[in-house]
């Protein structure tokens, strides 16, 4: 099965930017979904973002027009382009292959994933 390492989180101040990559152990091509969550202290790991394998996306509200999701397939890796960030978006991050019959419940064990964190 793929295994998938994400990397990129970091401390920044409001308004700044990440990028977090999530690097796969072989080809993504063949997966239909993928997508980013996020879980914060206290609270359950919610979808932030997906991507298709033809590259339609989809964004959670609180971060739509700030964050933007990518996939290339030549390099087996998915990024989620983090901009205008807001200490709400602190988290540690987790990229996941997606399934499921809406194809929004997320495949596989849950790795460490990457801390982010915004100062106000």
């Known amino acids: 099965q793929v295994q998938l390492v994400e990397s990129g989180g970091g401390l920044v101040q409001a308004g700044g930017s990440l990028r977090l990559s999530c690097a796969a152990s072989g080809s993504i091509s063949s997966i239909n979904a993928m997508g980013w969550y996020r879980q914060a202290p206290g609270k359950q790991r919610e979808l932030v973002a997906r991507i298709t394998s033809s590259g339609r996306t989809n964004y959670a509200d609180s971060v739509k027009g700030r964050f933007t999701i990518s996939r290339d397939n030549a390099k087996n890796t998915m990024y989620l382009q983090m901009n205008s960030l807001k200490p709400e978006d602190t988290a540690v991050y987790y990229c996941?292959?997606?399934?499921?019959?809406?194809?929004?419940?997320?495949?596989?064990?849950w790795g460490q994933g990457t801390q982010v964190t915004v100062s106000s």
């Open positions: 996941k292959r997606m399934g499921g019959l809406l194809g929004d419940l997320p495949i596989g064990s």
